[in-house]
């Protein structure tokens, strides 16, 4: 048990199998008492599921559980670096993901997260899979990786060409670490992070650009409760991607932020508790009535994907 702003944190770590029977790791925050919601927590490309304290610190005292995976390739989940044999394996891992929560917590409402390249993955996720708007709340993407990224037109070129020949060829994506935050000290935590990695394979990037391109020819299909948050100095993610998928979505129940002057990593820049408080705003607005009687009666759900 550790504390954290005076609330007894209960903190669990653990591992299920992903598509292939990849070993992935996962880890969830509870707080002292019931639970009122989970938020689980899908991370970006060459992070893990340790990037995300100040939101934990955040939810912990609201009762929120929290939950976070280390996708296939980072953190302590196994894979190559920043490999993948095709879109698809993310899904089906945030699927058996999603059924272990609920697993664990049956009848608990679900919000599902997704930072940068986990934000692509939660949007891919829900548009190929609507029937999973009946069981989770809503949607939130910080950052997500859509249009334009800061990564050099020649590296995308060459992951391009080189997908089906040499799929597992690897290159730095060449991001530049002081675009993740404007706090120093972020970026020094950043720069000393041994399961943080700036690797990507080329069958990765055609994957992640032809679903790009997916999520944003589907977007008004789109059903959920939507939030985006975005900085509006993102050199990483540039905030125009996500500005045009929300404009495509048809749905009325969406709201997109956009912080002037913040960088990537929102959740951790220098303008963090306003992010955080916009979040938990959020969140307290699409929690169900019912959310007292969580755990009566509830039934076992199916995850697509799973």
């Known amino acids: 048990m550790i504390d954290h702003s005076d609330r007894l944190v209960s903190r669990r770590e653990g591992r299920f199998q992903g598509v292939g029977g990849l070993d992935l790791y996962y880890q969830s925050w509870y707080p002292e008492g019931k639970v009122r919601a989970i938020l689980a927590i899908v991370h970006g490309l060459g992070g893990h599921s340790d990037r995300y304290n100040n939101i934990v610190q955040h939810l912990i005292p609201k009762q929120y559980a929290v939950y976070a995976l280390d996708l296939r390739g980072h953190g302590r989940s196994s894979g190559q670096r920043g490999y993948i044999n095709a879109w698809s394996e993310f899904c089906e891992d945030l699927g058996a993901f999603l059924q272990l929560i609920q697993t664990q917590n049956s009848g608990c409402p679900i919000f599902l997260l997704g930072h940068s390249l986990g934000g692509v993955i939660v949007l891919d996720y829900i548009l190929r899979h609507p029937q999973i708007a009946s069981v989770l709340q809503g949607a939130i993407a910080l950052a997500p990786s859509l ?124 303008n963090y508790h306003e992010v955080l408080a916009d979040l938990e705003d959020w969140l307290e607005r699409h929690l169900p009535p019912q959310t007292a009687q969580l755990g009566r009666g509830s039934a076992e759900l199916e995850f697509p994907g799973s």
């Open 147 to 270: 249009g334009k990224v800061g990564v050099s037109p020649i590296r995308v070129l060459l992951g391009k060409m080189l997908s089906r020949v040499w799929p597992r060829f690897t290159l730095n994506t060449g991001i530049d670490l002081s675009a993740g935050s404007r706090d120093q000290q972020v970026l020094a935590a950043f720069a000393q992070d041994t399961l943080r990695h700036t690797l990507a394979t080329a069958r990765l990037a055609t994957e992640f650009f032809a679903t790009v391109d997916w999520i944003y020819a589907h977007a008004a299909d789109w059903q959920l409760p939507l939030l985006i948050l975005h900085g509006g100095a993102d050199r990483v993610a540039l905030p125009a991607g996500s500005d045009i998928f929300y404009q495509r979505v048809n749905c009325t129940d969406k709201l997109r932020i956009e912080y002037p002057g913040a960088y990537h990593e929102i959740h951790c820049d220098l």
